[in-house]
């Protein structure tokens, strides 16, 4: 049984920081592809970044420079350090996993198998 816990979310004013965090429960956790997605009310996760089993990385366009993911193969924890955060990243956050993965890294959801609940960030103006 796969499961994925995400903490970290919170609220922030804009320029602010946060760094949000993905447990995973998962055998082989080394070899599974991992992500960050984000849901805005009414419309469809979007891939935030993501990480392959190589360490390879992908990120969103408007959060490059300002986002940074990493993953923590032996306490099986993925991470996403977010700077100079603004109000149009308030959304909710999701871990994402495909295990037994070795394609490049991914931001499209229909890519993963295994989601987290959620986190919320807020970045107030």
């Known amino acids: 049984q796969v499961q994925l816990v995400e903490s970290g979310g919170g609220s922030v004013q804009s320029g602010g920081s946060l760094t949000l965090s993905c447990e995973a429960s998962i055998d082989h956790y ?13 419309m469809e996760r979007e891939g935030v970044a993501a990480i392959n089993n190589g ?4 990120y969103l366009d408007s959060v490059k420079g ?4 990493s993953r ?6 993925m991470s996403l ?3 100079n955060l603004q ?6 956050y999701y871990c994402a996993t ?28």
């Not at 080394?30 to 849901?39: G, P, V």
């Not at 360490?55 to 992908?58: A, D, N």
Request: contains cysteine; hydrophobic residues 35%.
């Open 66 to 69: 300002r986002f940074t993911i």
């Open 98 to 125: 495909r295990p037994r993965c070795w394609a490049p890294a991914s931001l499209r959801a229909s890519d993963f198998t295994y989601w987290g609940p959620g986190t919320q960030v807020t970045v107030s103006s």
């Open 81 to 83: 350090q977010m700077k």
């Open 55 to 58: 360490l390879s990385t992908k």
């Open 87 to 92: 109000p149009d990243d308030t959304a909710t």
């Open 30 to 42: 080394e070899e599974a592809c991992m992500a960050w997605f984000r849901q805005f009310p009414g």
């Open 72 to 77: 923590d193969n032996f306490k099986k924890t």
